[in-house]
């Protein structure tokens, strides 16, 4: 018997829908969302962004460290 996965509703509003704007790499403080304080990704649970801007602000989270923008760790 297959069993489906429970899907969990967050109950704050994604703050990327509620401003009507997307996650673009340049802009640093929109992705501070996603960021945790060692530098890491953090799940949308915790961020509260939908699966869509989630994909999106891990993408861009991804070009800004590789344009050297965001540091890939903490460590100086």
Request: net charge positive.
């Amino acid at each position: 018997m297959i069993q489906k996965k429970k899907i969990r509703k967050s109950s704050k509003p994604c703050p990327f829908c509620v401003k009507k704007a997307e996650p673009v790499y340049f802009d640093l403080e929109s992705l501070a969302v996603g960021i945790s304080p060692k530098k890491r990704i953090v799940s949308r649970w915790t961020t509260g962004v939908c699966e869509k801007h989630q994909l999106r602000l891990a993408r861009a989270i991804k070009r800004a460290r590789h344009l050297a923008l965001l540091p890939f760790t903490d460590k100086a």
